[in-house]
């Protein structure tokens, strides 16, 4: 807690001197203790500039997504009440899901700087070096469990809509859970429910390809992936999209509460980049192949087919031609 107060004198004194007698009081430590709390937070990549006789300085904010940091500025009244924070992790999907088993509330996030086990759906491993933006969710919706999947298309709206508002860019999203930026992902979701006769809760989990060299992708993945730095040619700032997310997100979900699920897929398939065209969906080696038409409040792909209009709940969807 020592760490946060004196980051927090810091920040309210940016740009000036802050005596190592008012940030040892600010922080309830000795003053032969400042000097380590001062090296913790270098350590965290803050740059703090030291003068014997005037004390601390902070020049530069960390550019890590530290839970301090998310919650500073956040205009979320619930998102982002719990942060657990992690340089690496296996799945932040794995740790949301123990920590809400043990009563983590509502809006409670994980996040972490890389995972070393990521999931994606399918199985899928999900590639996620350091540089990106790896979070989960814990979400306790008051709602029947077939409903769940729901909750992928509501992130999807809340992603491509900050993307596209923080970066300027052509966001849109292919089914079921990828945000596109052009034809290339940067972006994809992962829901899982817990079900135990009711729903119990929900983690979402969403990777975003922030600041990620591609050349740490493998090969075969390269090609069909991008992301914000290299779409903008600059390092973008993780934590305040992080916290615009959250303030978008908590908004479509509390309509998403209140009923109106209807708006937000409409707003979703308004960015689709997937409804109009030829798609071939894969999944545990069946292919089935049509024009995707529709999307429905089930989450499911609708397409025209050889023999007519097939429901599809998941699978993998690879786009074969243009959008219409």
């Not at 919650?71 to 719990?82: C, F, I, K, P, T």
């Not at 969906?281 to 499911?300: F, L, Q, S």
Request: aromatic share 6%.
């Amino acid at each position: 807690m020592s760490k946060k107060e004196i980051l927090k004198a810091l920040h309210e004194k940016k740009g000036e001197y802050v005596s190592d007698e008012e940030l040892a009081s600010e922080g309830g430590i000795s003053l032969e203790q400042v000097p380590q709390e001062i090296q913790w937070l270098k350590d965290d990549d803050y740059i703090i500039e030291h003068s014997s006789e005037l004390g601390y300085r902070l020049i530069k904010v960390s550019n890590r997504l530290l839970p301090y940091e998310i919650q500073r500025d956040l205009h979320a009244s619930y998102m982002g009440v719990e942060i657990h924070y992690f340089k690496e992790v296996d799945s932040t999907n794995e740790v949301a899901k123990k920590l809400a088993l043990e009563g983590a509330p509502e809006g409670t996030i994980v996040i972490a700087e890389s995972q070393s086990s990521g999931k994606g759906r399918l199985g899928k491993k999900w590639i996620s070096p350091s540089g990106g933006v790896w979070m989960t969710i814990i979400l306790r919706p008051d709602i029947p469990p077939r409903q769940a999947p729901q909750l992928t298309l509501v992130t999807g709206v809340a992603v491509a809509e900050t993307l596209s508002k923080e970066c300027g860019l052509d966001v849109g999203i292919k089914w079921p859970n990828d945000i596109l930026i052009g034809n290339k992902k940067v972006s994809g979701i992962l829901t899982e429910a817990i079900t135990n006769q009711e729903l119990d809760f929900v983690v979402v989990g969403i990777g975003i390809d922030l600041n990620v060299d591609l050349d740490s992708f493998p090969p075969e993945l390269r090609e069909g992936a991008t992301s914000l730095k290299r779409e903008l040619d600059r390092d973008i700032p993780g934590v305040k999209l992080v916290q615009n997310f959250l303030a978008d997100f908590e908004n479509l979900y509390n309509e998403f509460k209140a009923g109106n699920f209807p708006e937000i897929l409409a707003e979703w398939r308004r960015l689709s980049k997937t409804i109009g065209r030829q798609v071939e969906v894969r999944k545990r080696g069946r292919v089935v192949t049509g024009e995707a038409v529709g999307v429905n409040k089930d989450g499911m792909l609708i397409l025209e087919t050889e023999d007519g209009l097939r429901k599809v709940i998941s699978g993998e969807c690879i786009h074969l031609n243009k959008k219409h």
